[in-house]
């Protein structure tokens, strides 16, 4: 079982900035590809940005320019930099890692606020 540990989440005003981590428990970090999502209330969950084994990266339309997903394989951490954040950017963000064998697995979530 792997498990995925997030944080970095909070509250933060309109503009402002959290960088949000993911720790994974996995010997082989550097061959996953990995991936952060958010649910708001009332909404389904949705990809917010991917990066596979080898650092290719992607992003939903409504975060690229300001949110950007990067990894250390030596830390076997994922890492969402959210900058310009909007209330529209508030939800439960959710770390998964993506097995070369089609496993996948969710970490607990961690809660971004943006509020004034």
């Known amino acids: 079982q792997v498990q995925l540990v997030e944080s970095g989440g909070g509250l933060v005003q309109p503009g402002g900035s959290l960088r949000l981590s993911c720790a994974a428990s996995?010997?082989?970090?550097?061959?996953?590809?990995m991936g952060w999502y958010r649910q708001a209330p009332g909404k389904e969950r949705e990809l917010v940005a991917a990066?596979?084994?080898?650092?290719?990266?992607n992003y939903a339309e409504s975060v690229k320019g300001r949110f950007t997903i990067s990894r250390d394989n030596a830390k076997k951490t994922v890492y969402l930099q959210m900058n310009s954040l909007k209330p529209e950017d508030a939800a439960v963000y959710y770390c998964?890692?993506?097995?070369?064998?089609?496993?996948?697995?969710w970490g607990q979530g961690t809660q971004v606020t943006v509020s004034s």
């Open positions: 998964r890692a993506s097995f070369p064998n089609g496993a996948g697995y």
């Open positions: 990066i596979t084994s080898d650092g290719t990266t």
């Open positions: 996995t010997s082989i970090f550097r061959f996953i590809d």
